[in-house]
């Protein structure tokens, strides 16, 4: 195959991390087009067993080389995503998201992959210091990054990570795709994110607790969107590009916490606690680019894959249509 061309349909395409969240949408939406998927990551999918599963972790080499041979293309999606637990655990953070990427790529490499897809994230305009070719105030992939400005080390070690790949591009004419994603959502959360922490409190009637004033925004983007993207990226036209996968509007974490009371129980009460350090205040950043390349835009509004993950978690936690008490319920009038 010849370096950064992709064989178009039945390729065979690895997904590191592809057990997780938005792994294992981008795996099913993969297997919907007909690709051989292999699923690298440390616990086998639980949502599906007809995929292949190679148990690894992206800091052993040895271990990713072996298990990308033979793949026209790698999806890198395993890093440390949890902002907190990126602010706890700032090595082990740096040596997932830098490293591991480092490795991802220098497996690619070796075995010649067609394509190495890169999972960034739009914290990076934390430290866009210029927008040269944004419209209407929003930021795009043209900004300029001020590295003084990073902030939170997730975003440094995300902006470090871009810079690998780049490189990799320069040195080695290794081909990729940078997806800068906003804020996924939707069935297979992780129980630490916000979104299911404020489901899993509004359920049990307790409080709804903000950092700040709730005023923070971000672009949330279904995971069914996000993930439909991820295939459109096989395109030529995405090649040695970065691309924003944004939600289709600014959604501040107040209007997340009254969505979760709208849909879970009227009568939770929410509360604002202090702000964190460092937390990503938001920027308005643009998806032109996606539309423009490959046409891809966000479909599902946010109350209605809100509705939609409100319903898949009530099955899948086994909550009862009618969970709050009349009591809970008056305890929070």
């Known amino acids: 195959m010849g370096v950064g061309r992709l064989k178009g349909t039945d390729m065979k395409v690895a997904v590191t991390g592809g057990s997780g969240f938005i792994g294992t949408h981008v795996v099913d939406h993969l297997v919907a087009q007909g690709h051989q998927v292999i699923v690298l990551d440390r616990a086998a999918p639980t949502h599906r067993a007809d995929v292949e599963f190679r148990e690894l972790d992206i800091l052993d080499i040895d271990g990713l ?13 395993a890093a440390v995503s949890n902002v907190n637990i990126a602010f706890d655990h700032p090595v082990a953070t740096i040596e997932v998201n830098v490293t591991g990427t480092t490795n991802v790529w220098e497996a690619a490499r070796r075995n010649e992959v067609g394509r190495a897809v890169l999972a960034s994230t739009v914290w990076v305009y934390a430290a866009a210091a210029e927008v040269p070719g944004a419209t209407d105030d929003a930021v795009d992939e043209t900004a300029s990054i001020s590295l003084a400005d990073a902030g939170h080390l997730y975003t440094a070690s995300k902006i470090a990570a871009e810079l690998v790949v780049h490189s990799y591009w320069e040195l080695y004419a290794q081909p990729f795709t940078i997806l800068r994603y906003g804020i996924p959502f939707g069935p297979r959360m992780r129980e630490e994110l916000v979104i299911p922490r404020f489901v899993r409190h509004a359920f049990a009637g307790e409080p709804i607790t903000i950092n700040g004033d709730g005023s923070f925004f971000r672009s949330y983007v279904y995971v069914g969107d996000l993930a439909r993207a991820h295939v459109l990226a096989l395109d030529e036209a995405a090649e040695n590009e970065v691309l924003n996968l944004e939600g289709a509007e600014p959604v501040s974490i107040r209007r997340v916490a009254e969505t979760v ?73």
Do not use: Q
């Open 261 to 333: 009371r709208d849909l879970v129980n009227d009568a939770v009460e929410i509360r604002y606690l202090p702000a964190r350090a460092g937390d990503y205040a938001g920027r308005v950043v643009s998806g032109e680019k996606a539309a423009r390349l490959l046409g891809w835009r966000p479909e599902v509004p946010f109350e209605e894959g809100m509705r939609r993950y409100v319903e898949w978690y009530r099955e899948a936690a086994d909550v009862p249509p009618s969970s709050v008490s009349d009591e809970t319920a008056r305890e929070n009038s």
């Open 65 to 77: 080389v072996a298990g990308t041979r033979g793949c026209d293309v790698v999806f890198h999606l």
